[in-house]
């Protein structure tokens, strides 16, 4: 379905709307484990927005940070425009300061991500893949969460964090 909606978009001209078709696309990319081709969508869609700095389709999804992350590092290792990798840059530094301002409960950055996988019922691999860290550090960011919200389950975290609006 999205592949129609996009040749649509990209039929009728409508920018955002390809934006928003590549973003989603993406995100379903990484989120069955074909990460390759979600960074080259997502490289696609920051391609298109930067050169008019078109940064609402990237903000207003806050759950493309992790993929933002992994394509400014897979930038490092093959030829991206400079244009695009310092617009995703900024697309990352933005989206992490929305995350930061949320910072309520003294949860960081890191641990409001893995809160909000487990709130979608995602094991440990699965939190782990998405977000590009190991199973070590999900688990360390679970313990911590834990302590910080009272808990000692994950059901009670993130009936917790719902009590408390953090997700």
Same mark, same amino acid.
């Given at each position: 379905?999205?592949?129609? +909606?996009?040749?649509?978009?990209? +039929?009728? +001209?409508?920018?955002? /709307?390809?934006?928003?078709?590549?973003?989603?696309?993406?995100? !379903?990319?990484?989120?069955? #484990?074909?990460?390759?081709?979600?960074?080259?969508?997502?490289?696609?869609?920051?391609?298109?927005?930067? *050169?008019?700095?078109? *940064? +609402?389709?990237?903000?207003?999804?806050? #759950?493309?940070?992790?993929?933002?992350?992994?394509?400014?590092? /897979?930038?490092?290792?093959?030829?991206?425009?400079? !244009?695009?990798?310092?617009?995703?840059?900024?697309?990352?530094?933005?989206?992490?300061?929305?995350?930061?301002?949320? #910072?309520?409960? #003294?949860?960081?950055?890191?641990?409001?991500?893995?809160?909000?996988?487990?709130?979608?019922?995602?094991?440990?691999?699965?939190?782990?893949?998405?977000?590009?860290?190991?199973?070590?550090?999900?688990?360390?960011?679970?313990?911590?969460?834990?302590?910080?919200?009272?808990?000692?389950?994950?059901?009670?975290?993130?009936?917790?964090?719902?009590?408390?609006?953090?997700?």
């Amino acid at each position: 379905m999205l592949g129609d +909606g996009l040749r649509c978009a990209r +039929g009728t +001209g409508a920018l955002l /709307h390809v934006l928003r078709m590549l973003i989603a696309r993406a995100q !379903l990319l990484d989120l069955s #484990g074909d990460r390759p081709r979600a960074i080259e969508d997502m490289i696609e869609a920051l391609t298109l927005a930067a *050169y008019d700095t078109a *940064y +609402g389709a990237f903000l207003e999804n806050r #759950g493309s940070l992790p993929l933002l992350r992994a394509v400014v590092r /897979h930038a490092q290792d093959s030829y991206v425009d400079i !244009l695009v990798v310092d617009f995703a840059s900024n697309i990352v530094a933005r989206l992490a300061r929305v995350n930061e301002d949320r #910072g309520e409960a #003294g949860l960081s950055l890191r641990e409001r991500e893995v809160l909000e996988e487990l709130a979608q019922g995602r094991s440990n691999k699965e939190i782990a893949r998405l977000l590009d860290m190991t199973e070590h550090t999900v688990k360390f960011h679970l313990k911590n969460l834990f302590a910080k919200l009272d808990v000692a389950r994950r059901t009670q975290a993130v009936a917790r964090a719902r009590e408390l609006g953090l997700i």
